[in-house]
């Protein structure tokens, strides 16, 4: 689909705020609600808009610690990314799974309660994962910025 | 500062994270709870600061963002100033989604999206190589993302 300075305006605008009715959206862009509606009901149709998320603070429900671990697998083992990937989302404990091209293959976002609770994830879960060669863990400090905000 | 919540609201708060477009009446519908006792609910995790907000998940591809890269950034310095310095100079870079101060072989970890590979050569050298007290700077290119949601809650 053909996408317009009109519908990046509306885009922005939900971006900054994602609860923004139809009528507000209007009333920002300068436009009736009509169109407006007709441009959102089209741009999710075509996939743009995807949905809406919530943002959920994890240290409140008491997960406090958030660990990066950089992984590298053994590339002579044919099925290696496959077979790693489908034992780690068996975990409950991690939140995210990225295959990356670069020095590290796999990035893998564990969430856990505390340290030690981290550290028994770490050990009786990630350390038994099939194929790894490497490993790197980066534990986060504080997030200074974390938007999915786009340039449009 | 821990918030206890019971099953409901876990139940609750899965709900909205397989989809936040959800009304108070569909997530009630979900797990079993009249829309006014679900939207009381919601409210008393927002203002416990358990729900932050909500934000719209655009298609980046559809809008021409081909292009995620991991950037693991080493500080040369490490004074109080030269940290403020380059968290406010990265933050202020559009390009630049996710800045998260980190412990372990890198300093910073950000996430960078850019329309192509040229695009991203552009950002990297021009705004990130650039910011004060930039040192060593690894690059990985995302090829396939998986969230797994609804897991920890």
Redesign the interface.
Known sequence: ?H?DDVDRKL?RL??DD??RSVSELAELANMSSGPVWRRLEKLES??????????????????SVLV?LRITLDKTQGNAFDEF?IDA?KI?????????????DI?MDV?ARDLNHYQEIYKSRVLALPHITDI????????????????? | ???D?DEIDHAI?RT??E???LSAKDVGGKVGLSQPATWRRIKRLET?????????????E??G?DVVV?L?VKLVTKGLLSIEDF?RA??AI?????????????D??LKV?ARDISDFERILRRRIMTLPGVGNV????????????G???
């Open positions: 689909m996408i885009l939900l971006q994602a609860t075509a996939g743009v808009i995807l949905g809406r998320k919530v943002e959920i603070n994890y240290a409140k429900l008491g997960y990066f990937t989302r409950p404990e991690v939140v995210a799974i990225q295959t990356l091209l670069g020095r590290v990035r969430r790197e863990a980066l534990m986060l400090v504080s997030e200074v910025k974390n938007t999915e905000r786009l340039p449009i | 500062m821990i918030v919540i708060l909205l994270q989809d936040g477009g416990a600061g358990v729900i932050l907000g909500r934000s719209i998940i655009l298609d980046r559809k809008l963002f991991y693991g968290e990265v933050c559009p390009e630049v989604q996710l800045v998260q101060h980190v412990l372990g072989v890198y910073y970890r999206v690894e690059s990985n290119v995302l090829l396939s993302d998986e969230v797994v949601v897991m920890t809650v």
